[in-house]
């Protein structure tokens, strides 16, 4: 896309600092280059050039950034505050240049310096602030919010190690520590004097006060500062640029510090070093011991500084605390920030004198909560012994809730005791626990799903009690992506077909995509698609035999499953289907003959051993089926190690084939799903998560269904699921399995991968033998499909035509109408 004059910016104003021709931004990047990083251009490495001109990128944003934060200090304007522990917002350098629409300018500023921005965009670190789907979600609400000019802050926690890098060594996972900031981080800018004091443990004392009101003072035995640090969040090509605030944990300077004898000062040290622990490392989701003392305190710590900055953000501008709620509208992505509902009414009361009544209805009024999962294991429970010892006042003001609202309950169902234990916001049925669900719920005035089957569900399984209370605090608010990142960025070629076929504005209107469905069987057009799609094919090929040495065909089926790696995504089904693929084509029985090329990509959990097998089960396959020479030109199978957002960038918009397969019922949403609908692959996929919409949005035509619905995962559980029948009655699958038990994958071990087969024989708790004949049956109408080009290519389009729906512009403007109640508002540069 050509570059764009700034607003509000004349020409003559232009300097190294903001100027956006090619002139100026070649001075700008050798004046950030010799004044910031010190280097002259003789000397410089490639990383000093990165950075140089990364400043230079972040010089023109910052005009926006002081313009959008002046008006919303000054206008009289609902914020909305997106608090979440996990924010994976991925490389920025590439996204600013794109929003500001500089890359071409920025191009030949470069090659004029003698440097490659190709080069320089490869070696940005990725800031891993997340675990998946949750985490890049809040990233592509943030690009939205931004680019519909929402008044808007994402608050969390900057992590100095975020989630691990993963290496592949001998078949398996190794974790390495991801020491993103070590080269330093252009895009932050610290903010010392924004912090705020955030207090643990201790005790509280009650009494009244001066007029004979009743007061409780908590009394920390520990206080940990939260300091600022802010990324801009520029929307595309407008004035908006949002703050990411995340927070960085301190020591409080105290006078131990100062003046201490020898064993005080080791002492205050220690302090000092539990105190800056706080916001180190982010914790992997799916760990057994994930209800670890710090992952709450991180919780605590976060929410408390985003409150206390939402208060001092009214102080300012002059407002009594009691408009809290018209001023900000905050969504708790999950239960991680829902520590919020005791925080916000602590401030109000405690610090701030605001009677009970009307700190609960002004917590309610700003609240709202997202979840995104149904899993049991998944919802958070805290139980009563930590959450005292760490927080012994939002403990009290949680107890106090809960007295009142068991009270309306004990009117609204009398004598209906199981009722009100199941809603309690304490569970007490073992070791007595705090649900953080149930407290979202609670203090929220709207809960959402993510999907619609999931909101669904949500409504009738583990939030039923609350959806028959209040039906109509229950919504959904289907997921989306950003197709900013996801498409323009990362799938240029395909852009700029677009571009030509339906005009540039689909960037934000994705609904615009539909035009293309007058080309789906345009025989020239057609060819233009294939291109695009062979194009992507070879990069990703090329990324494949540079990082793992293994060459694959780009003719050959890309079948791709990216994700996190779990039982309930059924990366096993998959290789499952490999497996037999295997035998069928070792024994010429493959009925079209279809040259595949299987890629897999994600990170286990670091204690989930299963998933780690599951890893170690792919790699074996791939072992065997990658050095058989029958299988040249048929058959390849790749892991490909640390999956990421950078990584995501190549691999969506070269994908074929999406598997978005996880037992019905289990994956709320999914956003991959929607990342490789949008860039023209084909799913195949059950009846989960968003994936019943995407093939409502596509056509029943244009999606390879296959597998249980929920209905019938719950009855088959109901009637006592025997998985072994499946391997009895089905030659195949028996055969498959007794390679794997065998060790044919494991270099003749037979005892690796024990564990998986009999699981899966004995429990398969996420019916995988249940749902494979028919996923091997569905794979054979995906290969008939594939042999012909033309309606492969036919269905690709209208899969790319049809994706208008899960923009996350779609999602925001949903939140903004039906949860938030705010609209934009126009950020000039006439005031700075
Ligand atoms: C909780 C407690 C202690 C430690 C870690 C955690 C933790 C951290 C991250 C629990 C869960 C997560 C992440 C969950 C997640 O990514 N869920 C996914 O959210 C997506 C966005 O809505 C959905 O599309 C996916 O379906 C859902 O799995």
Redesign the pocket.
Same mark, same amino acid.
């Given at each position: 896309m050509a570059s764009i004059p700034t607003p509000g910016v004349t020409r003559s104003d232009e300097s190294a600092r903001s100027g956006l021709d090619v002139d100026a931004l070649r001075r700008g990047v050798l004046d950030n280059l010799v004044c910031l990083q010190a280097r002259p251009p003789g000397i410089a490495t490639t990383h000093d050039w990165y950075m140089a001109l990364a400043y230079t990128v972040r010089d023109r944003m910052l005009a926006r950034w002081a313009a959008t934060i002046l008006t919303y200090a000054a206008s009289e304007l609902r914020v909305a505050c997106y608090l979440s522990?996990?924010f994976l917002i991925g490389p920025q350098l590439g996204n600013n240049l794109v929003n500001l629409g500089i890359e071409a300018n920025v191009r030949a500023a470069l090659r004029e310096l003698g440097q490659d921005l190709d080069e320089l965009l490869a070696l940005e670190e990725e800031p891993g602030l997340g +675990?998946? !789907?949750? !985490?890049r979600?809040a990233a592509c609400y943030l690009d939205s919010l931004a680019t519909l000019e929402i008044p808007s802050v994402g608050y969390g926690i900057r992590y100095e190690f975020g989630i691990f890098d993963q290496e592949i060594r001998d078949g398996c996972q190794v974790e390495v520590t991801d020491k993103w900031l070590q080269q330093g981080n252009p895009w932050e800018i610290v903010r010392p004097n924004v912090n705020y004091y955030v207090g643990f443990g201790g005790h509280t004392e009650s009494g009244n006060d001066a007029q004979g009101r009743y007061k409780v003072r908590w009394i920390p035995s520990r206080m940990v500062k939260g300091v600022a640090c802010d990324t801009p969040m520029l929307g595309f090509r407008v004035n908006t640029c949002n703050t990411l605030r995340l927070w960085k944990s301190e020591a409080v300077e105290s006078f131990d510090l100062q003046d201490f004898n020898a064993g005080d000062y080791y002492q205050a040290v220690q302090e000092k070093v539990i105190s800056e622990t706080l916001s180190k490392v982010l914790?992997? +989701?799916d760990?057994p011991e994930?209800?670890?003392r710090l =992952?709450l305190a991180q919780q605590y710590f976060f929410v408390s500084c985003s409150l206390q900055d939402m208060m001092r953000l009214l102080d300012l501008k002059g407002e009594p605390v009691t408009r809290f709620a018209d001023m900000f509208t905050t969504q708790l992505n999950?239960t991680?920030p829902s520590i919020a509902v005791a925080e916000l009414m602590r401030l109000l009361v405690d610090e701030r004198m605001i009677p009970w009544d009307e700190a609960w209805d002004i917590t309610c009024r700003t609240l709202s909560y #997202?979840n995104? #999962?149904l899993l049991p294991e998944?919802l958070?429970t805290w139980g009563l012994p930590l959450f005292r010892g760490l927080l012994p006042r939002p403990l009290e003001i949680i107890y106090e809730i809960n007295r009142r609202f068991l009270d309306t309950l004990r009117q609204t169902y009398p004598g209906d005791e199981a009722r009100i234990a199941r809603m309690s916001l304490i569970d007490e049925s073992g070791e007595k626990k705090v649900r953080m669900a149930h407290l979202s719920t609670v203090g929220s005035h709207a809960v959402n799903g993510?999907a619609a089957l999931h909101s669904t569900l949500l409504r009738q399984t583990v939030m039923r009690d609350f959806a028959e209370l209040w039906p109509e605090r229950f919504h959904n608010v289907t +997921?989306g992506v950003t197709p900013r990142r996801f498409m323009l960025l990362s799938n240029p070629e395909l852009a700029s077909l677009l571009d030509r076929t339906v005009g540039e504005g689909w960037v934000t209107d994705l609904t615009r995509l539909r035009k293309l469905e007058a080309y789906a069987d345009d025989a020239a057009f057609q060819a233009q698609w294939r291109n695009v799609k062979r194009s992507n094919k070879k990069i990703l090929a090329e990324r494949i035999r540079h990082v793992t040495d293994i060459v694959v065909n780009p003719d050959a089926l890309f079948d791709i499953q990216v994700k =996190?790696i779990h039982e309930y995504k059924r990366q096993h089904l998959n290789a499952l289907y490999i497996i037999t693929l295997y035998q069928r084509l070792r024994r010429n029985l493959d009925p079209g003959n279809v040259p595949r090329c299987f890629i897999f990509g994600g990170k286990a959990a670091p204690g989930y051993a299963m998933a780690k097998l599951m890893i170690r089960l792919i790699t074996g396959i791939a072992e065997v089926v990658n050095n058989d020479p029958a299988m040249d030109g048929k058959l390849k199978v790749v892991f490909y190690p640390d999956f990421n957002v950078k990584n995501a960038h190549f691999i969506y918009p070269a994908a074929d084939l999406s598997e978005q397969i996880s037992t019905a019922g289990k994956?709320?949403?999914?956003?991959g799903n929607m990342k490789f609908m949008m860039n023209g692959a084909l799913t195949i996929g059950t009846l989960d998560?968003?994936n019943v919409e995407i093939r409502e949005e596509a056509g029943d035509e244009n999606f390879f269904l296959f597998g249980l619905t929920t209905g019938q995962v719950d009855s088959v559980k109901r009637e006592g699921y025997r998985p072994a029948r499946h391997a009895e009655s089905n030659a195949e699958l028996r055969e498959t399995l007794d390679l794997i038990a065998g060790g044919y994958f494991s270099r003749g071990d037979p005892q690796v991968f024990r564990p998986l087969v009999n699981n899966l024989l004995q429990v398969d708790p996420f019916l995988v033998l249940a749902d494979y004949a028919d996923y091997v049956a569905c794979q054979e109408r995906v290969s008939a499909a594939w042999l012909d080009p033309v309606r492969w290519t036919r269905m690709s389009i209208l899969n790319t035509a049809r994706s208008g729906k899960f923009s996350s512009d779609r999602a925001i403007g949903e939140y903004c109408e039906r949860i938030w109640k705010i609209s934009p508002v126009r950020i000039t540069l006439d005031q700075i």
């Open positions: 522990a996990e +675990n998946g !789907g949750l !985490g979600l914790y992997p +989701n760990e994930a209800g670890k =992952r999950d991680h #997202t995104h #999962t998944a958070e993510v +997921n =996190r994956e709320a949403s999914g956003t998560g968003a």
